[in-house]
């Protein structure tokens, strides 16, 4: 599938500012800051129903990115696998929730008069009940769910908590033919015997070895705690040598909702942020627990700051 040309020249523009080694913020969490305006959770698939039952909601989040900085705004559609709402009993709106959810983004990014802002269709795996889908269905549902995407307005596709090596690939291979362009996030925790790895326990290293063989345009490190992203950075230079971004996440989940007290502050964020950047990191967002005031103040420390020039 061929991208339109404004579309293309959004997104090489967004690519050249890596190529040049300019930070680039992406956006802070949209299911955690769904949950916390108050948006209800479906049974086994979270924050999912956002784009139909609370869409003024979820714009607004969007919107409230953009106007802080974000280039790049996520939409609401980590939950809405078809496996995650099987689960849920929520299948027959599996076309209706990913096509809405990716314009309400768009929606939002008209809505702030900023067309430079690439909207990322978000495509994962997780699912809340522990049950793996077959290969082969993964791989099916997930090529309708990028095609969906793709014909609603998604400028690329982030593939958003790769947690092993074999669903990783699948979804990476099913994604390809949608013709956009693939960023691949991993999570990634230590092992018991401290070495990083991704959250199942697969090598990180080997996963490098099979990204590199395919490419994508970035490799973003999220949904991972703060602590460990260092040893992920220091990992995956060692042998990726495209752009690199990083979205962690602060607080956990309890009981199926997401504990907000134990946040860092945008302070506190921002410290470890400078350490990313640091390791040669160009994007820069966060993952659950972190909101609009953690966005705002990276942007006004490391975009609209004059010593950072």
């Known amino acids: 599938m061929k991208r339109n040309k404004v579309v293309m020249s959004r997104y090489d523009r967004l690519m050249e500012r890596a190529k040049n080694a300019h930070v680039t913020l992406m956006d802070g969490a949209t299911g955690t800051e769904v949950e916390r305006r108050g948006v209800a959770q479906l049974n086994n698939a979270w924050n999912g129903g956002a784009a139909l039952s609370d869409p003024d909601i979820l714009r607004k989040v969007h919107e409230d990115y953009i106007n802080n900085g974000a280039q790049i705004i996520i939409s609401n559609t980590f939950a809405n696998a078809k496996h995650a709402l099987i689960d849920a009993n929520h299948e027959i709106n599996f076309e209706k929730l990913n096509s809405r959810a990716v314009q309400i983004a768009v929606e939002a990014r008209e809505k702030t008069s900023a067309e430079h802002i690439c909207v990322a269709g978000g495509i994962s795996y997780w699912t809340w009940t522990g049950k793996k889908p077959r290969l082969a269905d993964l791989k099916q549902t997930v090529t309708t769910q990028a095609q969906i995407m793709a014909e609603n307005g998604a400028d690329l596709l982030m593939l958003e908590m790769m947690i092993d090596i074999e669903q990783m690939m699948a979804t990476y291979e099913a994604a390809k033919s949608s013709g956009l362009p693939i960023w691949v ?13 991704l959250r199942d326990g697969d090598s990180l290293e080997q996963a490098l070895v099979l990204l590199n063989n395919d490419k994508p345009d970035v490799i973003n490190i999220m949904h991972t705690d703060v602590s460990h992203v260092i040893p992920a950075l220091n990992c995956l230079k060692r042998q990726w040598f495209k752009p690199i971004g990083v979205y962690a996440h602060s607080g956990k989940s309890k009981n199926g909702k997401w ?39 990276l942007n006004e420390k490391l975009i609209n700051n004059p010593d950072q020039e």
């Open 259 to 297: 504990t907000f007290n134990d946040v860092l502050s945008p302070a506190e964020y921002l410290h470890y942020v400078e350490s990313w950047i640091d390791k040669g990191v160009t994007f820069i967002g966060g993952c659950c627990g972190i909101n609009v005031k953690h966005l705002k103040l």
């Open 185 to 197: 996030g991993l999570t990634c925790k230590p092992n018991d015997q401290g070495e990083i790895c």
